[in-house]
């Protein structure tokens, strides 16, 4: 879902200095010249408001994070959530996540997919960010383990993630149908799950890795 544009979306966009604007330029070189570090990076595809991001930065210091997003005004409304308390350790970058191989070269150690759009009708099904076409673009990107986290409300969209990490070489390594009946378990909520929650509707995540 398209979030509306703020009125100052503009400014919001040209004043951020963590809005990386020419992404292109870092393949390769995002831990000597972005982030000043050797610290493992972690990306999530579709931000949204930006809390996710904002508080997994905020609570992992050790590791860098990007929000990534294509649409101008979701960037702005994400920007102008995180600039009360700005983490050191996070960026954003406002592009199409099939162009990601183009960004990095085996510099990304887990990859979150939060409430992506499920794209239900089946010619839809290559949009879907656990389809063939997305997890093959997402092979250059890892350093290492190649790990993705998911949470959705979507029990197709699950359903149909599982079979294709699966295909795919992936091994589901923890999952839940539940995830807030967990409550001993470490979940950082966006907003979307923060609103699904106060209605009762069931969260369903996973986590796959591939060696």
Not at 82 to 101: C, F, M, Q, V, Y
Not at 106 to 114: A, K, R, T, Y
Not at 197 to 204: L, Q, R, S
Request: hydrophobic share 35%; proline share 2%; net charge positive.
């Amino acid at each position: 879902m398209r979030l509306r544009n703020l009125k100052n979306k503009e400014e919001l966009l040209d004043t951020c200095n963590y809005l990386i604007t020419d992404p292109y330029k870092y393949k390769g070189l995002w831990n000597k010249e972005v982030f000043k570090n050797n610290n493992e990076i972690k990306i999530e595809i579709g931000m949204g408001k930006g809390s996710f991001i904002k508080n997994m930065a905020l609570n992992f210091p050790n590791v860098n994070f990007i929000g990534i997003e294509k649409f101008d005004g979701v960037v702005a409304r994400a920007i102008n959530n995180i600039n009360e308390n700005i983490p050191s350790n996070l960026r954003i970058i406002k592009i199409d996540a099939i162009e990601l191989k183009d960004i990095f070269d085996h510099e990304i150690s887990e990859i979150f997919l939060n409430f992506s759009d499920p794209w239900p009708k089946k010619r839809q099904i290559k949009r879907r960010l656990t389809s063939d076409i997305y997890l093959n673009s997402y092979e250059t990107l890892f350093k290492g383990d190649k790990v993705i986290t998911q949470k959705t409300d979507n029990i197709g969209l699950y359903a149909y993630s599982i079979v294709s990490l699966n295909n795919n070489g992936y091994k589901i390594i923890d999952a839940s149908l539940d995830l807030h009946s967990e409550e001993d378990r470490f979940n950082v909520e966006t907003e979307y799950e923060q609103k699904f929650k106060k209605e009762g509707i069931k969260i369903n995540y996973l986590k796959a890795i591939k060696k």
